[in-house]
């Protein structure tokens, strides 16, 4: 196997990646615009999107990271709206989306148009969280559609297997798709309330972080593929057992917490910068097969599909958003009201991603009659460009729409203040405790070390009040800027200090290395200090 083509896809996509922190475009915009151009620059292999590693191998960790991101509580707060997005929009938007491509595409049989619903219907969660933290949008929306985009995968892979069944012959009827949608449902749920007790038990347990972070990236794995085994959602599996572990992670022990932060930013950035290079490389792959249908045809069939996607998702967004509060009288008290700007935001916000590619490439070629699959590559080509579509029209438009619309964001100043005074109450506990434990004789320190932990204690609680106040007349930096510069020029003086006796051989390289890990861990700190 010739390893050098995944290790040239991973280093372009990291290098644009990182470029695209400096310019104002969301990086899954820029990765497929560059993985367009790539695809026809001669000597760049062809990269095929195989389904069998995409679902298995590359889905579970992005949704193991996303979900260890999200907020149980926001997400249960906001149930009812993620629910009608994820489950109910999907159905609708697979329905609605098949009938009309039925109608707009001649000799294209219903089954296969519902198929191609099915596959275009869920939109994608790497792009909507990376593009929402790009634009700042208010933390209800984000919530939302990161909620959405977490299962509305369990939901479009179950509708596609239902109307597979019938576009190949297998048979299918709606009592049928009905029981297989709950039983995936359910069951993936039910795997991962079984699952997500005894991992976290065995987390908490283990004693190395290294085979506390192994067992990390083995988890979204094993999920997804303990709830596949028994005919369940691995997707749903893979997200009830991440949510549990990310409310609970505070029972970990800290080395593992910072190790695994560290690894699962990894593993998400390489994972995403390589995934959606790959949509853009699909391009001739796609074109290639389009076989009978002309290029103005097939241009024409594009832009409609990608027309009744965007608007199905409006026709859906407004009614879903309001016909609640106007049904119930206990919603309309619970909740304020919502302004028709967040539903616009919502509906402009359906990007799709890798997933619909992947789940279209999986797409049999005959039949059970050994018949080729009806319009399979047209298919294929209607999914790309759909994808395309949304990345790049909504993508780019988003930023823009949000702030025409004048639509608030987070309110920092606020969420400062509510950090610094939870630091304080948290502080005030901690140097209460510290009383209590200096009164016992087996914890009597000299009064260095009790000055030392006492200051520790004082400038923990006083650096978020810092950052409410008023930068340096002088630099224009704030204290926790200057702190952290500060601490850093010191540590670095440190370790010039320890190379250079390495290089003087009056110590060797495990002594060197153990006194800049005790340095790395004090920056670490420092840094973290100010920016927590």
Same mark, same amino acid.
């Given at each position: 196997?010739?390893?050098?083509?995944?290790?040239?896809?991973?280093?372009?996509?990291?290098?644009?990646?990182?470029?695209?922190?400096?310019?104002?475009?969301?990086?899954?915009?820029? /990765?497929?615009?560059?993985?367009?151009?790539?695809?026809?620059?001669?000597?760049?292999?062809?990269?095929?999107?195989?389904?069998?590693?995409?679902?298995?191998?590359?889905?579970?960790?992005?949704?193991?990271?996303?979900?260890?991101?999200?907020?149980?509580?926001?997400?249960?707060?906001?149930?009812?709206?993620?629910?009608? +997005?994820?489950?109910?929009?999907?159905?609708?938007?697979?329905?609605?989306?098949?009938?009309?491509?039925?109608?707009?595409?001649?000799? /294209?049989?219903?089954?296969?148009?519902?198929?191609?619903?099915?596959?275009?219907?869920?939109?994608?969660?790497?792009?909507?969280?990376?593009?929402?933290?790009?634009?700042?949008?208010?933390?209800?929306?984000?919530?939302?559609?990161?909620?959405?985009?977490? @299962?509305?995968?369990?939901?479009?892979?179950?509708?596609?297997?239902?109307?597979?069944?019938?576009?190949?012959?297998?048979?299918?009827?709606?009592?049928?798709?009905?029981?297989?949608?709950?039983?995936?449902?359910?069951?993936?749920?039910?795997?991962?309330?079984?699952?997500?007790?005894?991992?976290?038990?065995?987390?908490?347990?283990?004693?190395?972080?290294?085979?506390?972070?192994? /067992?990390?990236?083995?988890?979204?794995?094993?999920?997804?593929?303990?709830?596949?085994?028994?005919?369940?959602?691995?997707?749903?599996?893979?997200? @009830?057992?991440?949510?549990?572990?990310?409310?609970?992670?505070?029972?970990?022990?800290?080395?593992?917490?910072? !190790?695994?932060?560290?690894?699962?930013?990894?593993?998400?950035?390489?994972?995403?910068?390589?995934?959606?290079?790959?949509?853009?490389? !699909?391009?001739?792959?796609?074109?290639?097969?389009?076989?009978?249908?002309?290029?103005? !045809?097939?241009?024409?069939?594009?832009?409609?599909?990608?027309?009744?996607?965007?608007?199905?998702?409006?026709?859906?967004?407004?009614?879903?958003?309001?016909?609640?509060?106007?049904?119930?009288?206990?919603?309309?008290?619970?909740?304020?009201?919502?302004?028709?700007?967040? $539903?616009?935001?919502?509906?402009?916000?359906?990007?799709?991603?890798?997933?619909?590619?992947?789940?279209?490439?999986?797409?049999?070629?005959?039949?059970?009659?050994?018949?080729?699959? $009806?319009?399979?590559?047209?298919?294929?080509?209607?999914?790309?460009?759909?994808?395309?579509?949304?990345?790049?029209?909504?993508?780019?438009?988003?930023?823009?729409?949000?702030?025409?619309?004048?639509?608030?964001?987070?309110?920092?100043?606020?969420?400062?203040?509510?950090?610094?005074?939870? !630091?304080?109450?948290?502080?005030?506990?901690?140097?209460?405790?510290?009383?209590?434990?200096?009164?016992?004789?087996?914890?009597? +320190?000299?009064?260095?070390?009790?000055?030392?932990?006492?200051?520790?204690?004082?400038?923990?609680?006083?650096?978020?009040?810092?950052?409410?106040?008023?930068?340096?007349?002088?630099?224009?930096?704030?204290?926790?800027?200057?702190?952290?510069?500060?601490?850093?020029?010191?540590?670095?003086?440190?370790?010039?200090?320890?190379?250079?006796?390495?290089?003087?051989?009056?110590?060797?390289?495990?002594?060197?290395?153990?006194?800049?890990?005790? /340095?790395?861990?004090?920056?670490?700190?420092?840094?973290?200090?100010?920016?927590?």
């Amino acid at each position: 196997m010739d390893v050098l083509p995944l290790v040239a896809l991973i280093a372009a996509s990291a290098a644009v990646a990182g470029a695209a922190r400096r310019t104002p475009v969301p990086a899954p915009l820029l /990765l497929v615009a560059v993985g367009l151009v790539a695809a026809y620059v001669p000597g760049v292999p062809d990269y095929h999107l195989d389904p069998h590693i995409v679902l298995p191998l590359i889905l579970p960790p992005l949704l193991h990271t996303a979900a260890l991101e999200s907020s149980y509580l926001d997400l249960r707060a906001n149930l009812r709206p993620v629910a009608l +997005l994820s489950v109910g929009y999907t159905l609708f938007a697979t329905v609605a989306v098949g009938w009309l491509a039925y109608l707009l595409i001649p000799d /294209l049989p219903l089954t296969a148009a519902l198929v191609l619903g099915a596959v275009i219907a869920p939109p994608d969660a790497v792009a909507a969280t990376a593009i929402a933290r790009k634009v700042g949008l208010p933390s209800r929306i984000t919530t939302i559609l990161q909620g959405e985009s977490l @299962v509305n995968d369990a939901t479009a892979i179950t509708a596609y297997k239902v109307a597979l069944a019938a576009a190949v012959g297998e048979g299918a009827s709606w009592a049928g798709g009905i029981r297989e949608f709950l039983m995936a449902a359910v069951g993936g749920v039910g795997v991962g309330l079984i699952l997500m007790v005894p991992l976290h038990w065995l987390r908490r347990h283990l004693k190395e972080a290294m085979l506390q972070n192994t /067992l990390s990236l083995l988890i979204p794995f094993v999920a997804y593929a303990a709830a596949e085994q028994v005919g369940a959602s691995g997707v749903l599996a893979v997200v @009830v057992v991440a949510l549990f572990l990310g409310h609970r992670s505070w029972e970990v022990d800290f080395e593992t917490r910072l !190790q695994e932060a560290a690894v699962w930013k990894v593993v998400a950035f390489i994972l995403e910068s390589a995934v959606f290079a790959l949509i853009g490389l !699909q391009l001739p792959l796609v074109l290639r097969g389009l076989g009978e249908y002309s290029g103005i !045809q097939a241009a024409w069939y594009a832009l409609g599909v990608f027309f009744f996607v965007v608007l199905a998702r409006f026709v859906w967004s407004y009614p879903a958003t309001y016909l609640p509060r106007m049904l119930s009288k206990r919603i309309k008290e619970r909740e304020h009201v919502m302004d028709w700007r967040r $539903p616009l935001v919502v509906s402009w916000a359906g990007m799709r991603g890798v997933v619909s590619l992947a789940i279209a490439f999986s797409i049999p070629l005959v039949m059970d009659d050994g018949e080729p699959f $009806p319009a399979r590559n047209l298919v294929l080509f209607l999914t790309f460009t759909t994808v395309i579509g949304t990345l790049v029209v909504q993508g780019l438009s988003l930023p823009w729409l949000i702030r025409v619309l004048k639509l608030p964001g987070r309110d920092t100043q606020a969420e400062t203040l509510a950090e610094a005074q939870a !630091q304080n109450a948290a502080s005030q506990a901690a140097e209460r405790r510290v009383d209590e434990l200096m009164e016992d004789e087996r914890n009597r +320190l000299p009064q260095p070390l009790q000055d030392r932990l006492r200051t520790v204690l004082e400038r923990r609680r006083n650096s978020v009040w810092e950052r409410l106040g008023q930068s340096n007349p002088v630099t224009g930096e704030s204290a926790d800027d200057t702190y952290r510069r500060l601490a850093r020029e010191a540590i670095a003086a440190e370790r010039e200090v320890f190379v250079k006796m390495r290089d003087e051989r009056r110590i060797d390289d495990e002594m060197m290395r153990t006194l800049l890990r005790k /340095l790395d861990l004090e920056e670490a700190a420092a840094y973290r200090e100010v920016e927590d």
